[in-house]
């Protein structure tokens, strides 16, 4: 690696990917590679082969994935887990056919999802629980341990415990709250926000707030290091990363990392090194070591091909990626 303004390139160990549609998530499923498509289809790929399935009767919204089933949302209202042998399962069914926009699962194989004002939870035993919130619930992410749900809302976030009776601890903050992630150690909550922001609450008896400003545009994708040390954002003609050592980011400069005239819109952080993929709006993919703020190109620009979707593979040999118009393609890293 190198730190000139020309990266080393690993094109040449890009296998491309034809998708054919809107690239909405991309996950790993052991060694196969899902996508799910905004046209409502799962593509599965594994070593070149490929494999397509109408998962949804319209477009997919939000999808997560635990690396043995892939979760999907649709504008049809149902909820959709799928195999890695392409074996789909219909957890739940809206009968108002209200959107899906926002899924989660936990370590423990639990499962969250929103229709319209109301969060639903589904335990690994197959009982479920709603939640009314009020308004429309965003973003939702299970704790990293334990049966405990972060409801990203209008002016706050909500952490519920589905399985009690508890009344669930609201975190205020002025202003609609979007996507939600909780820190690889449990002590953080973060959501973005539509005024271009970042925030943050170090949880414990009485929470206390951080504040991310500054963004140019909303920062939509966040992915934490495999330390939880780091906070990777997208809204920006860079990565934007916040240092979470100790107290947290609050009065700390954050790392820019990848700056290009084109705007940031995914990262995902190496899932055992200090290494970050950045995808852009161009179509760009650089990967960056935090380490010496070194950079490889991973796939050079290409107009109107923003990149949409990342994911990793458990060992961090193979980086997946898929577009807006369609194109995808599987990294698979050199041996050192």
Not at 139 to 168: C, D, H
């Amino acid at each position: 690696m190198n730190t000139t303004t020309a990266p080393v390139s690993l094109r040449e160990h890009v296998v491309p990917v034809e998708a054919g549609a809107h690239v909405v998530g991309a996950h790993w499923l052991k060694s196969t590679l899902a996508l799910a498509l905004a046209d409502g289809r799962v593509l599965r790929w594994n070593e070149g082969a490929l494999e397509t399935a109408e998962v949804h009767a319209g477009g997919v919204l939000c999808t997560c994935s635990d690396g043995e089933r892939l979760i999907t949302g649709g504008d049809d209202g149902r909820v959709v887990a799928t195999a890695a042998d392409g074996t789909s399962t219909e957890i739940a069914r809206d009968e108002k056919r209200r959107w899906v926009d926002a899924v989660a699962l936990s370590g423990s194989g639990s499962i969250a999802w929103n229709t319209g004002k109301t969060v639903h939870a589904r335990d690994d035993k197959g009982k479920i629980r709603s939640l009314d919130v009020g308004t429309t619930p965003q973003g939702l992410v299970f704790a990293p341990k334990g049966f405990r749900l972060a409801i990203g809302q209008m002016n706050g976030v909500s952490l519920w415990y589905p399985a009690t009776e508890t009344k669930p601890e609201f975190l205020e903050w002025k202003g609609a709250h979007l996507d939600v992630v909780w820190s690889p150690d449990g002590r953080f909550v973060v959501s973005s926000m539509p005024e271009n922001a970042l925030h943050g609450w170090r949880l414990g008896e009485k929470p206390s707030h951080m504040r991310m400003t500054g963004y140019p545009a909303k920062p939509r994708s966040l992915s934490w290091s495999h330390d939880g040390l780091w906070l990777a954002s997208s809204g920006a003609d860079a990565a934007i990363v916040w240092p979470f050592q100790g107290e947290g980011p609050q009065g700390k400069a954050p790392r820019e990392c990848g700056a290009r005239h084109a705007k940031v819109t995914r990262v995902a952080f190496h899932p055992k090194a200090l290494v970050l993929a950045v995808g852009y709006d161009d179509g760009c993919i650089l990967m960056i070591r935090l380490t010496d703020a070194s950079e490889l190109l991973v796939r050079p620009a290409l107009r109107g091909s923003g990149i949409t979707a990342f994911a990793w593979d458990k060992g961090g040999k193979r980086l997946a990626f898929g577009t807006e118009d369609g194109a995808a393609g599987v990294l698979t890293l050199p041996a050192a």
